[in-house]
Every structure is written in C-alpha cells, then in structure tokens.
C-alpha cells in the first residue's frame, strides 16, 4: 500500500534561512509525487509535482524538491525562507489504480521568524 | 484561484441533522473528488466521481453519500451528524483521473468549514 510519512509536524525557520521539509514516501510502483501547500483559512494551492523525466522539480514561489528513489524521498526546499512562506505543507503521491485518489501525509506547519 | 468553487464557506449545524455541501469544477474538468480535513485524521480521501459515474470510495462513512450530476457539478450529503464529523471539507477537480499513465493535477476549492454542535 502506498502511503507518506512527512517528517516534523512544526518546522521554524528564520527569514533568510534554508527551508527543508521532509517527505517519504512508500510505493509499490513508480509514484506520482506532489507537494500542496494550505495558507490559513484557505484550500490547498499545489506547489510542484514530479510525474517522469527530471528528478529535480521546480515549483511556485522559489521552491523545489527533489525525487531520490534510493532513498524513497521527495523533499521540499527553498533557499531563503520569507515571511509569506509561513502555512502548511503537505506532500502526497498518487495511487494509480484506484482512480487518482491522493494519498496526503500528515503535514508540516512552517514558521517563519523575523 | 482555481476555478474550484464550493458552498457553503461555513456551515453550522446541530447532532443528527442533514446537510449538502455543493462543489462546481473547473470549467472543462470531468473529474471530482471529495476529502475530509480533521485535526485528529488529516486530510483523508472521501469519494470521486468521473463524468457522473463514482469512481473511487475512501473512508466515507455509510452516513455520507455523493453524487455529480449532468452539467458535472457534485453534492456530498451529510446526515445523522455527529460531533465528530466537524471539519473542513474540500472539492478537487482534475481534466482526467489521475494515474493509469495520466499526470493531470487536482485542483483544489477553498473548503467548507462545518461545525456540529
């Protein structure tokens, strides 16, 4: 069964410093990789998705993430964390054969610090 | 924006009522799904339904139930409440089911919030 683990359920950063959100994941084919981000009192927005091709996938807003199959992770950072940043981070993979449905982690609130 | 919307925003109701939560997709989006956001379960996959016909079930309770009707928008109802049901509920919408060889994106709408009290 396809499933996702996000590491750290609260991460605070200060502005200007590195963001990484951990995400891994558990699949049994070749997943489809997403990262959604959910600001306060709103729905989710997707930031970027790794189908095929490009390990490396870029997103909205300066992030990116990187798919590594050895390690089974799909991590989200940004280099300079700003003040906007400041929400909730969800990753997610796709299960194929069960009509597209996606399957969430957790969540990691970010904080950022002035 | 992404061109989901849903109503109500919120919705406040008592233990053992009904109510019908309304999601319109993305112009052009034949796809819907439902999913249910909670403190204690997160976000948790409820139904979906593609051109009319379900297409996928989660953990949707028997109390709950769904349906998309001809011009593609979709109801989730609600009934016998219970406390436990209070939480935010949200519509997505894609061109295509996802998976199958298919990389289409779930877009999703700003939720409704139900409160029962």
């Known amino acids: 069964a396809q499933s996702v683990t996000q590491l750290g359920s609260h991460v605070s950063v200060s502005e200007g410093a590195l963001v990484l959100l951990r995400c891994n994941y558990s699949s049994s084919v070749p997943p489809y990789l997403f990262w959604y981000v959910q600001y306060p009192n709103q729905g989710l927005q997707l930031l970027l998705k790794?189908?095929?091709?490009?390990?490396l996938v870029k997103g909205i807003n300066g992030f990116e993430a990187e798919f590594k199959k050895s390690e089974t992770s799909f991590h989200l950072t940004k280099p300079s964390a700003h003040m906007s940043d400041a929400a909730e981070y969800f990753c997610a993979v796709v299960l194929y054969n069960q009509g597209g449905k996606l399957i969430f982690g957790q969540g990691t609130e970010l904080s950022v610090k002035p | 924006d992404s061109g989901v919307t849903q109503t109500p925003k919120h919705l406040i109701t008592a233990t053992g009522q009904r109510v019908t939560l309304r999601c319109s997709p993305r112009?052009?989006?034949?796809?819907v799904y439902w999913y249910q956001q909670s403190l204690d379960q997160g976000l948790q996959f409820l139904i979906q339904y593609y051109n009319g016909e379900e297409r996928a079930k989660g953990n949707i309770l028997e109390r709950f139930s769904a349906q998309q009707f001809p011009d593609l928008h979709s109801e989730l109802n609600l009934s016998s409440l219970e406390l436990g049901d209070s939480a935010l509920y949200f519509c997505?919408?894609?061109?295509?089911?996802?998976?199958?060889?298919?990389?289409?994106?779930?877009?999703f709408g700003p939720g409704t919030r139900l409160t029962v009290l």
């Open positions: 112009s052009g989006d034949l796809s």
């Open positions: 790794y189908t095929t091709g490009a390990t």
């Open positions: 997505a919408s894609s061109v295509v089911p996802l998976g199958g060889g298919t990389t289409d994106t779930q877009y």
